[in-house]
């Protein structure tokens, strides 16, 4: 049985994400400056340890997301391809993006990932979520009952 508990992201916490080398975003979210990362980190335990974490931004209107995403996701010269993205998001108010979602790898395949969803899910009921999503996760957010969004990468829920 999974746990998911709120820890602050502090430096402590982007030491600890340092030191993991099985998990996708662990390095790079170990970097990021404290005005690049939300105030709380969901950490997923089981089996008495850590066995991967999430972070979500919780966003009042879709031009924080879309601010997000320019600086993050998109280059310049492939912004057209996200049209469906700007069209979807642009008048969303409250809603949720999922910027990383991370099971390490010793503990992959035991639904910790699934289950930190459904308790986003309880969390967020009638919230919309968002997610950027790599192509060799995509079969995990059909899962979930997650859509592609028009033609983009992104993946949206409710």
Same mark, same amino acid.
């Given at each position: 049985?999974?746990?998911?508990?709120?820890? +602050?992201?502090?430096?402590?916490?982007?030491?600890?994400?340092?030191?993991? #080398?099985?998990?996708?975003?662990? +390095?790079?979210?170990?970097?990021?400056?404290?005005?690049?990362? +939300?105030?709380?980190?969901?950490?997923?335990?089981?089996? %008495?340890?850590? #066995?991967?974490?999430?972070?979500?931004?919780? &966003? /009042?209107?879709?031009?924080?997301?879309?601010?997000?995403?320019? $600086? %993050? &996701? =998109?280059?310049?010269?492939?912004?057209?391809?996200? @049209?469906?993205?700007?069209? *979807?998001?642009?008048?969303? @108010?409250?809603? !949720?993006?999922?910027?990383?979602? *991370?099971?390490?790898?010793?503990?992959?395949?035991?639904?910790? $990932?699934? $289950?930190?969803?459904?308790?986003?899910? $309880?969390?967020? +009921?009638?919230?919309?979520?968002? #997610? &950027?999503?790599?192509? @060799?996760?995509?079969? =995990?957010? =059909?899962?979930?009952?997650? /859509? !592609?969004?028009?033609?983009?990468?992104?993946?949206?829920?409710?």
């Amino acid at each position: 049985m999974a746990t998911i508990t709120a820890k +602050p992201f502090d430096s402590d916490m982007q030491a600890l994400l340092g030191e993991i #080398v099985t998990a996708y975003h662990a +390095p790079e979210l170990s970097k990021r400056d404290s005005s690049e990362i +939300p105030d709380q980190i969901y950490v997923i335990e089981a089996e %008495d340890a850590m #066995v991967g974490y999430g972070v979500v931004w919780e &966003y /009042e209107n879709g031009k924080q997301l879309i601010k997000k995403a320019e $600086a %993050d &996701y =998109f280059s310049d010269d492939e912004k057209y391809l996200e @049209k469906d993205f700007y069209i *979807d998001i642009k008048n969303k @108010k409250n809603f !949720v993006f999922i910027e990383a979602l *991370d099971v390490l790898k010793e503990f992959e395949s035991k639904g910790y $990932a699934a $289950a930190f969803i459904d308790w986003l899910k $309880a969390k967020y +009921p009638n919230q919309r979520m968002y #997610v &950027y999503s790599l192509e @060799k996760s995509r079969n =995990f957010w =059909f899962k979930q009952g997650f /859509e !592609v969004l028009g033609g983009t990468v992104w993946m949206t829920y409710n």
